[in-house]
């Protein structure tokens, strides 16, 4: 089963994606229906 796959079978559960980099972010953007987010944007809403 590829990464892809398992993404697909999530259905509608909640996940978040995270990718820390410019090429990952575009190429799971592209593949995916969810935005893929960067870590810090998962992080800093504790950082204030």
Do not use: N, W, Y
């Amino acid at each position: 089963m590829s990464t892809l796959d398992t993404f697909e079978d999530a259905g509608e559960r909640d996940r978040t994606v995270l990718a820390s980099g410019t090429s990952c972010t575009d190429q799971l953007d592209a593949l995916l229906e969810r935005k893929p987010h960067h870590p810090i944007e998962l992080i800093a809403p504790d950082l204030k």
